[in-house]
């Protein structure tokens, strides 16, 4: 007997809820601005200089391909360790600080340069029912 009541009553107390209209609103959008601050500038390296920054940058660019490699290659099989996540970031900053030295020494020094990233996303959620008693509630959640 107390089963058949507990079932009817919640039943009843849904019956209510099936009766609500809800709407799903919203917008979104996206934006990227990128700044590139390259100014050229007087080159102040010889010759020989520049040509032995430049094999510099290119050992490390190979370098820090190689290490980018290992870590997807390890990263798709399991097998990924610290050392070579180490070893990829290593890589990559001995690559930044060699294209830093050569633009230091053939006229193409880096100022700023910039990526801004903009996005913004909207979801409206909106209820509205009428209660028993003839009223109509409303209700809004905005999640941003």
Do not use: C, P, W
């Not at 099936?18 to 979104?28: K, L, P, Q, V």
């Not at 040509?51 to 990263?75: C, E, K, R």
């Not at 700023?112 to 008693?133: A, E, M, P, Q, Y």
């Amino acid at each position: 007997m107390k089963k058949l009541l507990l079932a009817s009553t919640a039943l009843v107390a849904t019956a209510g809820m099936a009766a609500a209209e809800i709407t799903f609103s919203g917008s979104a959008r996206f934006g990227a601005i990128y700044t590139d601050g390259t100014a050229a500038v007087a080159a102040t390296g010889s010759a020989a200089e520049i040509t032995a920054a430049t094999a510099a940058v290119t050992a490390a660019t190979t370098a820090a391909t190689a290490a980018a490699a290992t870590v997807t290659a390890n990263t798709a099989d399991g097998s990924l360790a610290a050392a070579d996540v180490t070893a990829s970031i290593a890589a990559a900053v001995a690559q930044a600080t060699a294209e830093a030295a050569l633009d230091a020494v053939d006229g193409t020094a880096a100022t700023s340069s910039d990526t801004v990233v903009h996005n913004r996303f909207t979801l409206n959620i909106d209820g509205k029912t009428t209660i028993d008693s003839g009223a109509e509630l409303f209700a809004r959640v905005r999640v941003r």
